[in-house]
């Protein structure tokens, strides 16, 4: 069964350091999303993207996030400067229709980013 | 904006019944879903409500109704590995793309 995959699953970085978490959605999927969770709290969306532009971000979601999909397979989230508060794990997902009622979201395993 | 309510936690012993109930005031309504984690994993999907009623699959059923904001997820003859958190989640009107916006979460613990 085809499954959304996630590179590293665990990354550990300094503050101010710039991390890229990758992942490869289901390979007929056209809407791809970022979510995270703090640890203890719950899932939050960060951003959508679909058509190779940003449908939809988050509060969360600010200028120090950006999202690429450099290639026909790869979907990456950069966080350019971390923060202590960006500790967090973060589910890539991917979905088949874009705005049909039935949407359902397949996640992928998740990196847990810590940041010292 | 976005609020969804279920409970913390719920404790139940195997083989019985467990209902989650979710509560939720959203801006727009395209659909519930309900979503299974276990700790340190990613959420699974279970279930999807978009009409109101029951919807049922296996030892798992999901309950809408929309005029009241309220959603159900039944677990049937619990097992062990049922112990997880349950997430409720909607997706609200958008003609591009459908975030979902979780609940905390119910964890359930099942008992022997």
């Known amino acids: 069964e085809p499954e959304v995959t996630q590179t590293p699953s665990h990354q550990v970085t300094q503050m101010g350091q710039e991390v890229i978490l990758r992942c490869v959605p289901i390979?007929?999927?056209?809407?791809f999303y970022w979510y995270r969770q703090i640890l203890g709290q719950k899932v939050e969306f960060l951003v959508s993207?679909?058509?190779?532009?940003?449908?939809?971000k988050s509060e969360i979601f600010d200028d120090q996030f950006s999202v690429e999909r450099p290639d026909g397979s790869n979907f990456t989230l950069k966080i350019r400067s971390t923060k202590l508060e960006d500790s967090a794990m973060y589910f890539c997902?991917?979905?088949?229709?874009?705005?049909?009622?039935?949407?359902?979201?397949?996640f992928g395993p998740g990196t847990r980013l810590t940041v010292l | 904006g976005q609020n969804i309510d279920q409970p913390t936690e719920m404790t139940a012993t195997e083989g019985a019944i467990v209902q989650i109930n979710c509560t939720y005031q959203t801006s727009g309504f395209n659909g519930l879903f309900w979503y299974q984690q276990h700790a340190g994993e990613a959420p699974t999907f279970l279930s999807y409500n978009v009409l109101d009623g029951l919807e049922e699959k296996g030892r798992f059923s999901s309950f809408l109704s929309r005029s009241k904001g309220y959603s159900y997820l039944l677990l049937k003859e619990l097992q062990m590995k049922d112990s997880a958190s349950y997430l409720c989640?909607?997706?609200?009107?958008?003609?591009?793309?459908?975030?979902?916006?979780f609940g905390g979460g119910t964890r359930v613990l099942v008992k022997p």
């Open positions: 989640a909607v997706s609200p009107i958008k003609a591009a793309g459908n975030k979902l916006t």
């Open positions: 997902a991917s979905s088949k229709h874009p705005g049909t009622l039935y949407n359902e979201q397949f």
């Open positions: 390979s007929n999927h056209l809407y």
């Open positions: 993207f679909y058509n190779n532009e940003i449908s939809e």
